[in-house]
């Protein structure tokens, strides 16, 4: 069954490095988002990507964050200059259709 | 800002009983909801979603009811199996409004006993 992949599983970073969180979405899916879970908190929506642009974003994801489709497979999640309560698992998100995402296995950051 | 609520945090069933999960919503712009189960260290798998044309939605063991008017749903999971342990996270989504965007619950982790 197709799945979306993340990597790495796990990334630790010193404050105020640049993080890139790679993704590969399911290949005929239109769709693309990443989420986030602070430990103990809910997932939250960061931003949906179609069309080669952002098609939504959170107030979550301000000028730190970026997302980019390189080449016809990945799509990246990229954090400027980190921060402490950047620390969390995220994950990227991928649908045929505006609705009913699949979710990867998630790329926990811990930044120190 | 809860606007999806999950106010049970865990749920402990028997093998073989019914699990019943609940999620109330304050948002009307919500016309479309899912259910997720997680494991942990692992990403949110899709269970099963209902469209609010719709006030059931059945799929094998698992079945979720929508009720519009008290904005509330609930996920029935029947005969309960010792490998559904996980946190189940409903969520919701405004699709009328054009936005892909997912609201999630806090989640309510799901407990069967052997």
């Known amino acids: 069954e197709p799945e979306v992949t993340q990597t790495p599983s796990h990334q630790v970073t010193q404050m105020g490095q640049e993080v890139i969180l790679r993704c590969v979405p399911i290949?005929?899916?239109?769709?693309f988002y990443w989420y986030r879970q602070i430990l103990g908190q809910k997932v939250e929506f960061l931003v949906s990507?179609?069309?080669?642009?952002?098609?939504?974003k959170s107030e979550i994801f301000d000028d730190q964050f970026s997302v980019e489709r390189p080449d016809g497979s990945n799509f990246t999640l990229k954090i400027r200059s980190t921060k402490l309560e950047d620390s969390a698992m995220y994950f990227c998100?991928?649908?045929?259709?505006?609705?009913?995402?699949?979710f990867g296995q998630g790329t926990r950051l811990t930044v120190v | 800002d809860q606007q999806v609520k999950q106010n049970s945090p865990s749920l402990s069933v028997q093998e073989g009983r019914i699990s019943i999960l609940n999620c109330d919503y304050t948002n009307s712009m919500f016309d479309y909801f899912l259910w997720y189960k997680k494991y942990p260290a692992e990403g949110p798998t899709f269970l099963i979603s209902?469209?609010?044309?719709?006030d059931k939605n059945e799929d094998g063991r698992f079945t979720v009811f929508l009720n519009k008017s008290a904005k509330h749903l609930s996920l029935h999971i029947v005969p309960s199996q010792p490998g559904d342990s996980a946190v189940y996270f409903c969520?919701?989504?405004?699709?009328?409004?054009?936005?892909?965007?997912?609201?999630f619950g806090k989640g309510t982790k799901l407990t069967v006993n052997p």
């Open positions: 209902i469209s609010s044309i719709k």
């Open positions: 290949s005929n899916h239109l769709y």
């Open positions: 969520a919701a989504q405004p699709t009328q409004g054009g936005s892909e965007k997912l609201v």
């Open positions: 990507f179609y069309n080669n642009e952002i098609s939504e």
């Open positions: 998100a991928s649908s045929e259709a505006a609705f009913r995402a699949f």
